[in-house]
T-cell receptor, first 111, second 115 residues
Framework: DQQVKQNSPSLSVQEGRISILNCDYT??????FLWYKKYPAEGPTFLIS?????DKNEDGRFTVFLNKSAKHLSLHIVPSQPGDSAVYFC??????????FGAGTTVTVRA | EAGVAQSPRYKIIEKRQSVAFWCNPI?????LYWYQQILGQGPKLLIQ????????DSQLPKDRFSAERLKGVDSTLKIQPAKLEDSAVYLC?????????????FGPGTRLTVT
């Protein structure tokens, strides 16, 4: 049962432009959402998070937007840099602190 | 600060064989997680420990998978016997506590191929 979905398996963007990654969820009881970044042969690393009581959280070049009515969140990376090329996972927290992950979106930043 | 260590990094076995993975979490982290990541999917939690006690193993196929965390530090995950569908990356993660779920630090993973 996929409760967190990332429908775009890949995204290619020019360096300096905006990257927008999308994530949809089905469980309205999720109360915290996170984005993880993963380079090849490494484990995922925490990138940014947002509580369900907020609609926006910003950290440098990374901004996460949450639309609870649509059960949708997005990650914006502005401007995109070559080092941002990685797999990005969306995750959501259950009330028992477990995380459900999406399948990931592979971002390629072109020079 | 040393990160989460895992070994081996790669393992190839034949179906019906046994395999074990080892994880050493970040020092002082009470909570330890084992995830299975099948190609093209996100990580799926198999088992979560709080110190040396199991908090959640609802998605662990207990007929073939087992895990332990003796003394609340290192952990091992075992598969016996392995099936083709067990081919995946097995990720270990740790956090200071269960409440600090967002600060899960992941190891590099063990890539298992079952032939």
């Amino acid at each position: 049962d996929q409760q967190v979905k990332q429908n775009s398996p890949s995204l290619s963007v020019q360096e300096g432009r905006i990257s927008i990654l999308n994530c949809d969820y089905t469980n309205s009881m999720f109360d915290y959402f996170l984005w993880y970044k993963k380079y090849p042969a490494e484990g995922p690393t925490f990138l940014i998070s947002i509580s369900s009581i907020k609609d926006k959280n910003e950290d440098g070049r990374f901004t996460v937007f949450l639309n609870k009515s649509a059960k949708h969140l997005s990650l914006h990376i502005v401007p995109s840099q070559p080092g941002d090329s990685a797999v990005y996972f969306c995750a959501a927290r259950h009330d028992d602190y477990k995380l459900s992950f999406g399948a990931g979106t592979t971002v390629t930043v072109r020079a | 600060e040393a990160g989460v260590a895992q070994s081996p990094r790669y393992k190839i076995i034949e179906k019906r064989q046994s395999v074990a993975f080892w994880c050493n979490p970040i020092s002082g982290h009470a909570t330890l997680y084992w995830y299975q990541q099948i190609l093209g999917q996100g990580p799926k939690l198999l088992i979560q420990f709080q110190n040396n006690g199991v908090v959640d193993d609802s998605q662990l196929p207990k007929d073939r998978f087992s895990a332990e965390r003796l003394k609340g530090v290192d952990s091992t995950l075992k598969i016996q016997p392995a099936k083709l569908e067990d081919s995946a990356v097995y990720l270990c993660a740790s956090s200071l506590s269960q409440r600090q779920f967002y600060e899960q630090y992941f190891g590099p993973g063990t890539r298992l191929t079952v032939t």
